[in-house]
């Protein structure tokens, strides 16, 4: 592993069914997030975690919970899927104690449908 | 709220052409301005930031806080730069999540 892994590349999902998305890194950064890429929205925040064990919300956590167990992990949980939560969704870390920028994922594309 | 703006969804130069992708921001304090880009069918990478004050891949970006803008600039545009660029901000020394923008797709004509 170098970097960040995201898992799976992509997904087909019924809607009301539950999700996880994953992310693992390798560098030790202290700092993990989620992001979604819309068309026309850009990237939103979702839920980001500033070290293990705290999680925090973005702007727009609705839906999706996260958990920060240890450094290297950082889940994204869809509860029941909705259409609306079609997107690709993005796992970035970095390290705060140096403000290094953030490292990306490859992506999740995900249709609910 | 904090918020980055970037203006044009989409913008197309021919080859050779300059190029200039504007971005502004709201943020009252000290803020710290980035691009990202993201080339076709890869992951979203750090271009430039500006308390680094380089040149990456013949692009610049001047933070400019009497006009709150970080518009990124290359004089001579190549089709290898056709992707979508995202302006970001962070504040509190990079405690803050960054604030991305909603992207500019650049297409560069041969």
């Known amino acids: 592993i170098a970097g960040i892994t995201q898992a799976p590349t992509s997904q087909i999902l019924a809607a009301g069914r539950r999700m996880t998305l994953r992310c693992t890194q390798d560098?030790?950064?202290?700092?993990m997030y989620w992001y979604r890429q819309d068309l026309g929205l850009g990237l939103r925040l979702i839920h980001y975690?500033?070290?293990?064990?705290?999680?925090g919300k973005g702007e727009v956590p609705d839906g999706y919970s996260v958990s920060r167990a240890n450094t290297d992990d950082f889940p994204l949980t869809l509860a029941s899927a909705v259409p609306s939560q079609t997107s690709v969704y993005f796992c970035?870390?970095?390290?705060?104690?140096?403000?290094?920028?953030?490292?990306f994922g490859n992506g999740t594309r995900l249709t609910v449908t | 709220a904090q918020r980055v703006t970037q203006p044009e969804k989409l913008l197309s130069v021919f080859k050779g052409a300059p190029v200039e992708l504007k971005c502004n921001y709201s943020?009252?304090?000290?803020?710290?301005l980035f691009w990202y880009v993201q080339y076709s069918r890869q992951r979203l990478q750090l271009l430039l930031r500006?308390?680094s004050r380089e040149s990456i891949k013949g692009f610049t970006a001047d933070l400019n806080k009497g006009e709150t803008s970080f518009h990124l600039k290359k004089p001579f545009a190549q089709e290898e730069d056709s992707a979508m660029y995202y302006c970001?901000?962070?504040?509190?020394?990079?405690?803050?999540?960054?604030?991305f923008g909603k992207g500019t797709r650049l297409s560069v004509i041969a």
């Open positions: 500006h308390i």
């Open positions: 970035a870390s970095s390290d705060r104690h140096t403000n290094s920028p953030l490292h």
């Open positions: 560098m030790r950064h202290n700092a």
């Open positions: 975690s500033n070290t293990a064990g705290t999680t």
């Open positions: 943020y009252s304090g000290s803020p710290e």
């Open positions: 970001a901000l962070t504040w509190n020394s990079g405690n803050t999540p960054l604030v």
